[in-house]
């Protein structure tokens, strides 16, 4: 079992930046894959970027060129660097994992953190 904890969510202005930070715990040698989604108000879940293991990361066409994913493994922890927020960027942003155990797949979720970008 894998648990994520994020942090790092909060109010910005148009244009602002922010970074969050989700910190895994438990099983982590099991992490496949790891990155953010987020659900905007109304709206479904959606992917917003993600890293997996051997491969390049993944962008929305919606972030590509201002948010930026990176992980550090020695501290367990994946970051989610956000610049130049717009107010469609405003959503609930969730930490996700997926871990690989006798070749089946699971995916794990934190609690999510709420980006408010708003002039």
């Known amino acids: 079992q894998v648990q994520l904890v994020e942090s790092g969510g909060g109010m910005v202005q148009p244009g602002g930046s922010l970074r969050l930070s989700c910190v895994a715990s438990?099983?982590?040698?099991?992490?496949?894959?790891t990155g953010w989604y987020r659900q905007p108000p109304g709206k479904q879940r959606e992917m917003v970027a993600r890293?997996?293991?051997?491969?390049?990361?993944t962008y929305a066409d919606s972030v590509k060129g201002r948010f930026t994913i990176s992980g550090d493994s020695a501290r367990n922890t994946v970051y989610l660097q956000m610049n130049d927020l717009k107010s469609a960027d405003t959503a609930v942003y969730f930490c996700?994992?997926?871990?690989?155990?006798?070749?089946?797949?699971?995916?794990?979720w934190g609690q999510g953190t709420q980006v408010t970008v708003s002039s």
């Open positions: 890293l997996t293991r051997g491969e390049s990361s």
């Open positions: 438990g099983a982590t040698g099991t992490i496949y894959a």
């Open positions: 996700w994992a997926r871990t690989i155990v006798n070749n089946e797949g699971y995916d794990h």
